[in-house]
């Protein structure tokens, strides 16, 4: 499954006929069909299809499904999880001029609310936790809501607002949980929840580390880029993401990179990009990188990326090595190689 495309698609539907939200408070009522009654097969397959619904599937959380034909529906159950993902971001591309319209009433102190008020919720429902079913592996979550780390705002998709917590049983098991809230018939909802930062242990302690492959709402701006200067920062920074994705599924996982002085290639794991984003005055946009040396815990790599605009879309032109992991004093540390204001004259990106 290619998670990081997106099919070019005019605005075909309403977006209250694309996508069916996940149930939050004060929401209005949802559709009794998902997509509008949408073969969700041709969406996964970059296609709307209508149908009369004769022939559905219903998942586990209770929403019906339609279908063109049997034949569409066992195609389709053959991979339920990555079909459902592939048709809604397909609904979602399709929908960016009616998504971007509909997002102007709001605002991501807005989404925040409703990602809390959902939470909240579900909290005191379930003795006091959030209950979330990883979709990668199917545990059962039980999670202590910490805080809204911040809310990004992308024209045409929605609002993204990306939330702390730690497992109810160990503090030291944080997360990072991104909710994806669309406005449906002028009603802020979630749409989907995903898991954008898991602990893993290494040597015994707990660390947080990004997802692999990162959720496809990192992605959709750099193919994208809407209207507003304002998201062109987290433009850049889905484009630095979606490369080192890409180039480590390559190497089951590694991502290759020579270093520009010593020639040597490096064996890496993405770890996150930095903030804030630079434009520098030649116009390339500039973001810099932790790459986490491959079975390593604390050798971390600052890697620079040179982004441009090209046509529309956000592509990666140079990478290279800012600073390098060092070890003093029995510590590991990044030893700078060059200063970003080495490079002339910057501004940040908001």
Same mark, same amino acid.
């Given at each position: 499954?290619?998670?990081?495309?997106?099919?070019?698609?005019?605005?075909?539907?309403?977006?209250?006929?694309?996508?069916?939200? /996940?149930?939050?408070?004060?929401?209005?009522?949802?559709?009794?069909?998902?997509?509008?009654?949408?073969?969700?097969?041709?969406?996964?397959?970059?296609?709307?299809?209508?149908?009369?619904?004769?022939?559905?599937?219903?998942?586990?959380?209770?929403?019906?499904?339609?279908?063109?034909?049997?034949?569409?529906?066992?195609?389709?159950?053959?991979?339920?999880?990555?079909?459902?993902?592939?048709?809604?971001?397909?609904?979602?591309?399709?929908?960016?001029?009616?998504?971007?319209?509909?997002?102007?009433?709001?605002?991501?102190?807005?989404?925040?609310?409703?990602?809390?008020?959902?939470?909240?919720?579900?909290?005191?429902?379930?003795?006091?936790?959030?209950?979330?079913?990883?979709? /990668?592996?199917?545990? $059962? /979550?039980?999670?202590?809501?910490?805080?809204?780390?911040?809310?990004?705002?992308?024209?045409?998709?929605?609002?993204?607002?990306?939330?702390?917590?730690?497992?109810?049983?160990?503090?030291?098991?944080?997360?990072?949980?991104?909710?994806?809230?669309?406005?449906?018939?002028?009603?802020?909802?979630?749409?989907?929840?995903?898991?954008?930062?898991?602990?893993?242990?290494?040597?015994?302690?707990?660390?947080?580390?990004?997802?692999?492959?990162?959720?496809?709402?990192?992605?959709?701006?750099?193919?994208?880029?809407?209207?507003?200067?304002?998201?062109?920062?987290?433009?850049?920074?889905?484009?630095?993401? $979606?490369?080192?994705?890409?180039?480590?599924?390559?190497?089951?996982?590694?991502?290759?990179?020579?270093?520009?002085?010593?020639?040597?290639?490096?064996?890496?794991?993405?770890?996150?990009?930095?903030?804030?984003?630079?434009?520098?005055?030649?116009?390339?946009?500039?973001?810099?990188?932790?790459?986490?040396?491959?079975?390593?815990?604390?050798?971390?790599?600052?890697?620079?990326?040179?982004?441009?605009?090209?046509?529309?879309?956000?592509?990666?032109?140079?990478?290279?090595? $800012?600073?390098?992991?060092?070890?003093?004093?029995?510590?590991?540390?990044?030893?700078?190689?060059?200063?970003?204001?080495?490079?002339?004259?910057?501004?940040?990106?908001?």
């Amino acid at each position: 499954m290619n998670t990081f495309k997106f099919f070019t698609a005019t605005s075909l539907v309403a977006l209250a006929l694309c996508c069916a939200p /996940l149930r939050s408070a004060g929401a209005a009522e949802v559709p009794a069909a998902e997509f509008g009654g949408q073969c969700a097969e041709g969406l996964a397959e970059g296609q709307h299809v209508a149908t009369n619904c004769s022939v559905t599937w219903t998942d586990k959380d209770g929403k019906k499904y339609c279908f063109s034909s049997e034949a569409a529906k066992k195609t389709f159950l053959q991979k339920p999880v990555e079909n459902l993902q592939k048709a809604r971001d397909f609904a979602a591309a399709s929908s960016v001029d009616e998504t971007e319209k509909a997002m102007q009433e709001f605002t991501g102190t807005d989404a925040e609310k409703v990602v809390k008020d959902l939470i909240d919720a579900k909290s005191k429902a379930n003795g006091g936790t959030f209950p979330f079913e990883d979709p /990668l592996n199917g545990d $059962h /979550l039980k999670l202590a809501y910490d805080d809204v780390d911040f809310t990004r705002t992308i024209d045409g998709y929605g609002f993204f607002p990306d939330v702390k917590f730690h497992d109810s049983a160990d503090a030291k098991k944080n997360y990072l949980i991104d909710f994806w809230v669309l406005p449906i018939n002028k009603v802020l909802q979630v749409q989907e929840i995903r898991i954008h930062k898991e602990p893993i242990k290494n040597e015994g302690n707990w660390t947080t580390t990004t997802r692999q492959p990162v959720a496809w709402w990192w992605i959709p701006a750099s193919e994208h880029p809407g209207h507003v200067a304002n998201k062109r920062g987290w433009e850049v920074m889905s484009a630095v993401e $979606h490369q080192a994705v890409v180039e480590s599924m390559k190497n089951n996982g590694i991502y290759k990179l020579k270093d520009d002085k010593t020639g040597q290639v490096l064996e890496l794991e993405f770890v996150d990009t930095h903030q804030p984003v630079r434009q520098l005055d030649d116009g390339h946009f500039f973001a810099c990188t932790d790459f986490r040396v491959v079975g390593t815990k604390n050798e971390i790599y600052d890697i620079d990326f040179w982004v441009s605009d090209k046509d529309g879309q956000m592509v990666v032109d140079q990478t290279r090595v $800012h600073k390098v992991p060092t070890l003093k004093s029995g510590e590991w540390i990044q030893v700078p190689r060059y200063e970003w204001k080495d490079l002339g004259s910057s501004h940040v990106v908001p």
